[in-house]
């Protein structure tokens, strides 16, 4: 009777009872405990602060001043309606994202994670950075379906990272390339992290329209760490670094894979699904379902009690996101009731005035503030109430805003002084964590740019004619490849500083959407990878001349 009264009710006019708000109580102490435990003081205290805003509001100075909530407001807007903990996002975690996860969590768990790591295990050549493309592939094949970068890093990490030293990397440049490289998980297609399932529901679109506008950006940002990783590798044999390795003890050793290949039907049929438009909740269900299936006719098939045990990680990790969630659910709630939203805009837009640069400049700092402090997902649902609206002001797309606040909510996390999946990659490499995090911070730098280029040319995104997604993604991927060049400050020869810059300059001039811009970049891309070619090949005459 109580749970038809609570669907039923009209809010804001039937009356608040004293059940209500008891239940609010408890509601609000069971959450601010669950966020104390798993997630920890970080997010705790700062929906605290806002609870508290909630009922001082009117001593608060300026524009974040307003009139206030009494309880019977709070436990209206908190518990009783869709406005608060339980609203859209908390909706689409039980929904959709705790089927992902189970499957997810049984996917590893009966040897389909395993298949992905092999596989990018195999395809690495020992004399070309091979330990290190191995990184690269295999966290991000099992990035698109775990969309967790600290699980990524202590799943693939532990076996690429040694190898990594033994080719000639530094502990630092080992950590930070496994820690972008499993970064980059939460923006590959076709699964990304949990955001972006919250982005397609938020949007009202498939979410397979998500995923497909987010591939360009994705594979520009595997290709930057693979050309970097690449270029890297060629200046250690330059310099023959590691070349008393032999490539036997570089070469990953890995089970045979053909007969395993079966393991990842379920993958398949989850994105064949998903891409086709059925529904999510049922996708993840029938690739769960063939999952158990699978698992009987294999011959490591798990027992009871450890599909139990796969079952249960499942759910845990889904506490990780639920949680944070549901307290966001507060914060958004006080942010948009209370008006702070749409003041906070104002004041965007009075300072970022008609100029988008600006305020995409004033989004990016604030998405990397939340994103340190908060996880990804929570740090994205509040960068959308806050910056979204400004930028859709400014004529963005809608899905083009979100997409910018969602990238750098991931990047965050990879950005000192809070970036965990370095800080675990730096614990395996036995590295500096500070020096492998801005390491990684610097190797990521792709991802700081791409935002801005979909910002100003949506066909990126696939928002536009085919003729400017195909232009705008060549001009893209050549200002990739001169930025590694620039980082690794070596190509086909070592780069002086003047010609790093220079190739920085390149990668600027290319990837912003301008077609003179573009001209310029490119011929000057162009005349100094020539130069390099032709400095490579003297030296490698010279070398010949004194064997």
């Known amino acids: ?113 395993q298949v992905l790591i092999d596989i990018g295990m195999k395809f690495s050549n020992p004399k070309t950075g091979g330990p290190a493309k191995a990184a690269v592939l295999s966290s991000g094949l099992m990035g698109m379906i775990s969309g967790s970068a600290v699980a990524n890093v202590s799943t693939t990490g532990v076996m690429t990272i040694p190898m990594m030293k033994k080719a000639g990397y530094t502990p630092e440049q080992a950590g930070a390339i496994e820690s972008v490289a499993s970064t980059g998980g939460q923006i590959m297609p076709p699964i990304m992290g949990v955001g972006a399932f919250i982005m397609a529901e938020l949007l009202g679109v498939q979410y397979g329209q998500i995923a497909l506008s987010a591939a360009i950006p994705a594979i520009a940002y595997f290709a930057s760490v693979f050309l970097l990783v690449g270029f890297l590798a060629r200046a250690n044999t330059w310099k023959h670094i590691g070349t008393d390795v032999s490539a036997d003890e570089l070469t990953f050793k890995v089970n045979p894979i053909l007969g395993r290949l079966y393991l990842l039907l379920p993958a398949l049929v989850l994105v064949y699904m998903v891409l086709t438009g059925k529904s999510l909740r049922s996708s993840a269900l029938v690739a769960t379902v063939i999952i158990l299936v699978l698992n009987i006719f294999n011959k490591n098939r798990l027992n009871l009690k450890e599909l139990f045990e796969a079952f249960i990680d499942g759910i845990k990790q889904c506490a990780n996101v639920a949680v944070p969630v549901a307290a966001c659910g507060i914060i958004i709630g006080t942010v948009v009731q209370s008006g702070l939203a749409n003041k906070f805009s104002g004041v965007i837009a009075t300072v970022g005035g008609s100029s988008l640069l600006l305020a995409l400049l004033i989004t990016m700092l604030g998405c990397m503030l939340l994103g340190m402090a908060l996880p990804t997902v929570a740090a994205y649902l509040i960068a959308v109430v806050l910056f979204v609206p400004v930028l859709v002001k400014l004529g963005l797309p809608l899905l083009v805003c979100h997409m910018f606040c969602f990238y750098f909510g991931v990047m965050a996390q990879i950005t000192p002084p809070v970036c965990l999946a370095s800080f675990t990659a730096a614990g395996i490499a036995g590295a500096d964590s500070w020096k492998t995090g801005w390491t990684g911070f610097i190797y990521a730098s792709v991802a700081f740019i791409v935002p801005f280029v979909f910002a100003y040319e949506p066909a990126v995104l696939l928002q536009g004619p085919v003729i400017n997604t195909v232009t705008s993604s060549v001009t893209l991927f050549l200002g990739v490849y001169a930025l590694a060049a620039s980082i690794a400050g070596f190509m086909f020869a070592p780069l002086n500083k003047v010609t790093r810059a220079l190739l920085l300059g390149c990668a600027f001039l290319s990837i912003v959407p301008e077609t003179v811009t573009d001209v310029i970049g490119i011929a000057l891309l162009a005349v100094i990878v020539y130069g390099n070619y032709r400095q490579a090949k003297a030296h490698a005459a010279t070398e010949q001349k004194a064997v």
Request: glycine share 10%; proline share 4%.
């Open 1 to 113: 009777m109580e749970q038809l009264r609570i669907i039923s009710r009209i809010p804001y006019i039937e009356p608040v009872l004293g059940a209500d708000k008891v239940a609010m109580f408890i509601i609000m102490v069971l959450l601010l405990e669950a966020v104390r435990r798993v997630i920890g003081m970080n997010l705790l205290i700062f929906v605290m602060v806002f609870i508290a805003y909630c009922f001082l509001g009117k001593y608060c100075p300026g524009f974040t001043k307003f009139s206030g909530f009494n309880l019977k407001q709070f436990t209206e807007i908190m518990t009783l309606t869709s406005q608060g903990i339980y609203g859209t996002p908390l909706s689409t975690t039980a929904s959709y994202i705790f089927y992902f996860m189970i499957f997810g969590s049984l996917f590893a768990a009966c040897g389909g994670g």
